[in-house]
């Protein structure tokens, strides 16, 4: 039986639900401030001061969100600069942040929505003034709610469900998929493998996927892999495993590692299915290879070309500049198209491995060498004319470089780059 106290609680709670419901009471106002976009900065801060179980405080948090998935961009960006005001103005302590997005993250889809609300405010820290002080506690929560323990890895094949096939052709950021034939070669079960993570709360959205092919070498072109007219690889023969694309999905989730297990998990299920493979590489872009060299003069290029990289310090007779990293591009490009000279592929690969090697406070130049190597792989090979798509011309002017897996090596080679030192084949830093 209830004490008269607890049943006093009970009746508070009741009391809180019907005044805020009620059409003069604090979930209705909320709504007309809303509608009129004159909601005070005290009013925003209560969502940050009043105690996790807080009725009140949690209708007005499903009113805020509520308003904030029917504004357009302009108004959401205005309701994203008065929770910032609104923080800031409250007495909530160290934990308010956090205390808000849990409220959030306890309703119906709230942390769908607030991976969404994470890629808004990714997209408007320049233009929301202090908004990624909220941004970064948000981040630390999602980085809790997504720990790979918590993770489903899962097969995507072309039985899968229609709505998750659209999502791998709408995520796809590596090598569009031009069609649902298109599609199917890379699902098909037969010859090739596609893997994904969902988390439990989210089980209809990829958050990150993996396309693999199977190959008796280590492939070096892409066209090879994504042509839907080629023979399937007899899988009896196959000896790589190759991962050519790999796609993170939601902008919100952005800096939170989980991409990193990905492919361990990946090997692992492969050599239960395959234990005749025996390695395990990628076919990459080079995404920031062409906007680096543009930037180079022409004594920098050729001092990269012939070998000497930090020649400019040493003392020497001047000579006359080569052309610069634009015209390089332009160069490669021709080549990457038709059939280059020696010379010219020859520098190419010196200019992209010297690229590949760089390092920038102790982490590599390229994003995907960022991700590769931070996983423990290593560079491997470098390859000509591997993407002469549009997209891998304008990147890489075509050329694309293998990362080798290895097991064993992995955590040696995290190692090294935590020494300032990146892993590469013997043959790679020389440009091949």
């Known amino acids: 039986m209830a004490s008269k106290d607890n049943r006093s609680v009970i009746v508070q709670s009741e009391q809180e639900v019907e005044e805020a419901q009620a059409p003069g009471g604090l979930l209705a106002r909320l709504a007309r401030l809303l509608e009129r976009d004159r909601l005070s900065d005290s009013d925003v801060a209560a969502l940050f001061e009043a105690r996790a179980t807080d009725v009140r405080a949690n209708k007005l948090a499903q009113a805020w969100r509520e308003a904030y998935q029917q504004a357009d961009n302009a108004r959401r960006r205005s309701l994203l600069a008065s929770l ?41 820290r320049k233009q929301v003034a202090g908004v990624g002080v909220l941004e970064q506690a948000l981040e630390g929560l999602l980085s809790a709610w997504f720990d790979v323990g918590l993770l489903e890895l899962r097969p995507l094949t072309w039985d899968s469900p229609a709505s998750l096939l659209e999502k791998l052709i709408l995520y796809e950021a590596v ?27 989210m089980p209809d959205v990829p958050l990150i996927f993996v396309e693999i092919a199977f190959d008796a070498r280590m492939s070096d072109s892409v066209q090879s892999l ?31 590692s989980f991409g990193n297990f990905l492919l361990k998990r990946v090997i692992e299920r492969l050599l239960q299915e395959l234990p005749q493979l025996k390695s395990f ?12 060299l543009s930037k180079l003069d022409g004594v920098q290029v050729e001092a990269i070309v012939r070998g000497q990289p930090d020649d400019k310090a040493k003392p020497q007779a ?10 390089w591009i332009e160069r490669l490009r021709r080549g990457a198209r038709g059939k280059p000279s020696e010379a010219v592929r020859r520098a190419g690969l010196k200019l992209a491995a010297h690229y590949l090697m760089g390092l ?33 011309l304008a990147q890489s002017s075509g050329m694309m470089v293998n990362y080798l897996y290895v097991l064993d090596d992995l955590d040696d080679n995290l190692a090294r780059l935590g020494d300032g030192r990146i892993a590469a084949s013997r043959s790679f830093a020389k440009g091949n």
């Open 318 to 327: 001047p000579r006359r500049a080569g052309p610069d990293g634009q015209r």
């Open 360 to 392: 920038r406070n102790g982490a590599p130049l390229d994003p995907v060498a960022r991700f590769h190597l931070g996983n423990g792989a290593r560079l491997e090979r470098l390859n000509w004319a591997a993407d002469i798509s549009e997209k891998g």
């Open 175 to 201: 090598h569009a998929i031009q069609s649902w034939d298109d599609l199917r070669h890379r699902v098909a079960s037969e010859h090739r493998r596609c893997y994904a993570y969902f988390h439990p709360q």
């Open 281 to 292: 590489a990628t076919l990459s872009p080079i995404p920031g290879f062409n906007a680096w």
């Open 84 to 124: 910032v005001r609104g923080h800031a103005q409250g007495q909530g302590g160290a934990d308010a942040a956090g205390r808000f997005f849990r409220r959030l993250n306890a309703q119906t889809d709230g942390l769908r929505f607030l991976v969404a609300l994470r890629a808004d405010m990714l997209r408007w």
């Open 226 to 256: 994504l042509d839907t007219s080629g023979p399937s690889q007899d899988l009896r023969k196959a000896r790589w495993a190759i991962f050519y694309s790999i796609s993170n999905t939601q902008e919100g989730l952005r800096g939170i």
